[in-house]
C-alpha cells in the first residue's frame, strides 16, 4: 500500500507509449483516463517509438529510458510508472532498476504494464492468459507492480515454445535505415548466436506449442489481441482500479 504523504497529494504516472505510437491514443489513453483525477496527474514520455523504421528497438529502449528517468528526475511529485508493449519493456525496466537499488534518487512507488513483451509468467491482473512476455521475463521487485495481459496476445502471453520468440531475440537492433545500420543489425545476430542467447523454443518438450504460432502471428496483426482487447475486456479498467486502490487506500 502506498501511504500518501498528504490527503492532498497527487502523483505523476509517467506513461510510455507503445511502438509507433509515443502520443498513446488508443489503449494508453484510455488507461490515462480511467484512473483518479483527484489523485493522479498522467503524462505521456515523448521517445522515437520505432522497431527499425529509422531506429533500431534497441536505440528507442535506450532513449525511452533516458527520457523517462529525466521526466521522472523533473517533478517534485512522486510517480507511478505506466507503459504500454514497447514502453511497458522501458517503465519495467526502469521500475526494474529502482527495486534492485540502481537508481536512487528516483520516488517511484508503484508501477502498471499493459502488454510488457517482458511479463513474468504468471503476474497479471485478473484471469492469467498463460505464456510469457516474447522477449523474456523481468521481475519488479521493491514496489508494486501490476500486469495487463489479454488472452492471445504475443506480445506478452506468447507459450514457452513459440517459434515467435525468435522474432524478439534476432531483431532487437534490426534497422534498414542504412548500410551502417544493417551492419550493425547482423552484428548482433552473430553476437547473438555465439553468446547463445536465443530463447531454446525448440525444445521438444514445447513442440505442442509450435503449431499455435500462425494463430499467435494472426491476433497480433488482424485480431485485436495486442490493441481493441485491452479494451473490450475490461484489462484497462481493471489495471487502474488496481492502481487507485494501491494509493487511495493509503489515503484513507
Known amino acids: 500500500m502506498v501511504v500518501p504523504r498528504s490527503r492532498r497529494e497527487v502523483f505523476d504516472v509517467c506513461i510510455v ?3 509507433w505510437n509515443p502520443d498513446g491514443e488508443g489503449v494508453c489513453r484510455a488507461f490515462a483516463e480511467t484512473l483518479d483525477p483527484k489523485l493522479f496527474a498522467p503524462r505521456m514520455i515523448p521517445y522515437p517509438a520505432d522497431y527499425g ?13 533516458r527520457l523517462l528517468i529525466e521526466a ?4 517534485p511529485n512522486r510517480v507511478v510508472l505506466a507503459g504500454y508493449s514497447q514502453g511497458a519493456a522501458i517503465a519495467g525496466n526502469v521500475a526494474a532498476e529502482i527495486g534492485r537499488g540502481e537508481l536512487p534518487q528516483l ?7 499493459i502488454a510488457d513483451p517482458l511479463r513474468p509468467e504468471g503476474e497479471c491482473v485478473g484471469d ?5 512476455g516474447i522477449a523474456g521475463q523481468r521481475e519488479v521487485l521493491g514496489m508494486p507492480a501490476y500486469w495487463a495481459a489479454a488472452e492471445g496476445d504475443p506480445i506478452t502471453a506468447l507459450p514457452a515454445g513459440s517459434p515467435l520468440r525468435s522474432i524478439a531475440d534476432l531483431t532487437e537492433y534490426f534497422s534498414l535505415a542504412n548500410p551502417g545500420a544493417v551492419l550493425r543489425w547482423g552484428q548482433s545476430l552473430v553476437d547473438v548466436a555465439v553468446q547463445r542467447q536465443l530463447q531454446q523454443w525448440w525444445s521438444p518438450a514445447n513442440w505442442r506449442t509450435w503449431g499455435g504460432a500462425v494463430a499467435y502471428a494472426r491476433g497480433y496483426l488482424a485480431d485485436g489481441r495486442h490493441t481493441e482487447d485491452y479494451l473490450r475486456y475490461g484489462h484497462i479498467q481493471r489495471l487502474a482500479e488496481a492502481i487507485d486502490r494501491e494509493v487511495s487506500a493509503g489515503a484513507r
Open 17 to 19: 507509449g507503445g511502438t
Open 53 to 65: 523504421r529509422d531506429v533500431a528497438y534497441a536505440d528507442s529502449v535506450a532513449e525511452g529510458r
Open 72 to 75: 521522472i528526475e523533473s517533478t
Open 107 to 113: 520516488d517511484v512507488v508503484a508501477c502498471a504494464l
Open 128 to 132: 492469467d492468459p498463460g505464456g510469457y
